[in-house]
């Protein structure tokens, strides 16, 4: 069992919706929880942190975090075409210093 | 410069050769991060330094694999005796200590042909 899982899609949303993606994590103590996108061909881009569970609002943007289920989410409202990237959950858990454990990321298309 | 930079962009590699691959963080960021990233994956976890000490290296594939830091800036992943296995895009990713808020460079793509 990998210990950050997504679902890989593509997730397929039209113009103006909201886009929802989803991430679960290992049972293992955590600390921190972060969304990157990555554009095909570049490197991941940091767009959301969120440290304790509740919702972080951030433009269009919105981090969920539910430690209880091993749980966090990203919304995205008013989605774009220039939102159509994948989007990468990371985690840090507790004592492996800081470095991130990612899943497979999620491909999200936005349609016109 | 204002972000991670990574040199070369691309390296193509003959199997048996050695290649290096550079890391210049951001200024005054002291966590350094090496990943490999295969298509269609998340980047894995390689080895991470705070200043010029290599606090975990667990992530290393094989012994072939070694990275330095040697000033506590700019850091260098080396890979001896390539293998097609090794062909992926490595990324480096610099943070301020005590966070996990990485920043990632462009990469480099390495190819073993």
């Known amino acids: 069992q990998k210990e950050v899982e997504q679902n890989s899609g593509p997730l397929s949303v039209p113009e103006g919706a909201i886009a929802s993606l989803n991430c679960t994590y290992s049972?293992?103590?955590?600390?921190?929880f972060f969304w990157y996108r990555q554009y095909s061909g570049k490197s991941p881009e940091l767009i959301m942190s969120i440290y304790s569970n509740g919702d972080k609002e951030d433009g269009r943007f919105t981090a969920q975090l539910n430690k209880a289920s091993q749980y966090v989410s990203l919304l995205i409202r008013d989605s774009q075409p220039s939102d159509s990237a994948t989007y990468l959950c990371?985690?840090?858990?507790?004592?492996?210093?800081?470095?991130?454990?990612f899943g497979t990321g999620t491909q999200l298309k936005v349609e016109l | 410069g204002a972000g991670v930079s990574q040199s070369p962009r691309y390296k193509v590699a003959k199997r048996g050769q050695d290649v290096a691959l550079r890391c210049d963080p951001i200024?005054?960021?002291?966590?350094l991060f090496w990943y490999q990233q295969a298509l269609g994956q998340g980047p894995e976890f390689l080895t991470y330094f705070q200043n010029e000490a290599q606090l975990d290296k667990s992530g290393l594939p094989s012994d072939r694999f070694f990275a330095e830091r040697p000033e506590g800036s700019v850091s260098t992943l080396k890979i001896q005796r390539t293998q097609q296995e090794d062909s992926a895009v490595y990324l480096c990713?610099?943070?301020?200590?005590?966070?996990?808020?990485?920043?990632f460079g462009q990469g480099t793509r390495l190819t073993v042909v």
């Open positions: 990713a610099s943070s301020f200590e005590g966070t996990g808020e990485a920043f």
């Open positions: 990371a985690v840090v858990f507790t004592g492996g210093g800081n470095k991130l454990t």
């Open positions: 049972d293992r103590v955590s600390q921190s």
């Open positions: 200024s005054g960021h002291v966590s």
